[in-house]
């Protein structure tokens, strides 16, 4: 049970730790109370960091949470230009990640990465739906063995300023799996197919590698809620 409160840190996040714990010390040393504020600050980026295991269902057809945070969007839009997958409109999940969220991006559907392409933009704030189209961004595209293309596109926002991925052209990757991560304050959005059914509704709370946004294989109509 131990595993499930002290979570493993994800490696990128440790010499951020450290600077963070330096600045603590030297705060701590010019005044006490400012090397409080700094252990604070210091205590928040290693659960910032954090990198939980995750249980990701795998049943064909299953498209699985790229990101943890919050729906913003389910909108039908054209995908991503640089992806070079036509302009017929897809379904696009829009999912905001905040400071406290974990921010680790995990595949949606096992397949090939088949094409990447990152955007120099802008850092508004990524709740903001014209952040998809004039923020900082990496865009993937994911092909499946049945040769259908989805996309994945790491948003950077108001606060976040790197984006880091670990993926390449022609990289198999399986549902579940880390592919990259998104520096403090994000949104990751997911593009799939209109005709798969979509179980993602605006206002929900998501989990990376483990909520369930889509099914290609399901008939069930699209849902419908409200947040209480």
Request: proline share 6%.
């Amino acid at each position: 049970m131990l595993e499930h409160v002290l979570v493993p840190i994800h490696r990128d996040g440790w010499k951020f730790i450290a600077i963070f714990a330096a600045v603590s010390l030297v705060l701590a040393l010019i005044w006490g109370p400012l090397g409080w504020i700094g252990l604070i600050l210091t205590l928040w980026c290693v659960y910032f960091f954090r990198d939980p295991p995750r249980v990701t269902p795998v049943r064909e057809g299953l498209v699985i949470s790229p990101a943890d945070g919050l729906v913003v969007s389910v909108a039908e839009v054209p995908p991503p230009a640089e992806l070079d997958m036509g302009t017929e409109p897809m379904t696009r999940i829009g999912i905001f990640l905040n400071v406290f969220d974990v921010h680790i991006n995990r595949a949606p559907v096992p397949g090939t990465v088949a094409k990447m392409h990152y955007h120099k933009g802008q850092f508004l704030n990524a709740s903001f739906d014209k952040a998809s189209d004039l923020n900082e961004r990496n865009a993937i595209r994911i092909t499946t063995a049945e040769g259908v293309d989805i996309a994945v596109v790491q948003i950077a926002g108001l606060v976040a300023r790197r984006i880091v991925t670990w993926v390449h052209v022609g990289d198999q990757v399986q549902a579940g799996e880390r592919f990259g991560l998104i520096r403090f304050g994000s949104r990751t959005d997911l593009y799939v197919p209109r005709s798969w059914a979509v179980h993602a509704i605006e206002g929900q709370r998501v989990v990376g590698g483990e909520t369930v946004l889509a099914d290609a294989t399901s008939v069930e109509p699209k849902r419908v809620g409200s947040v209480r």
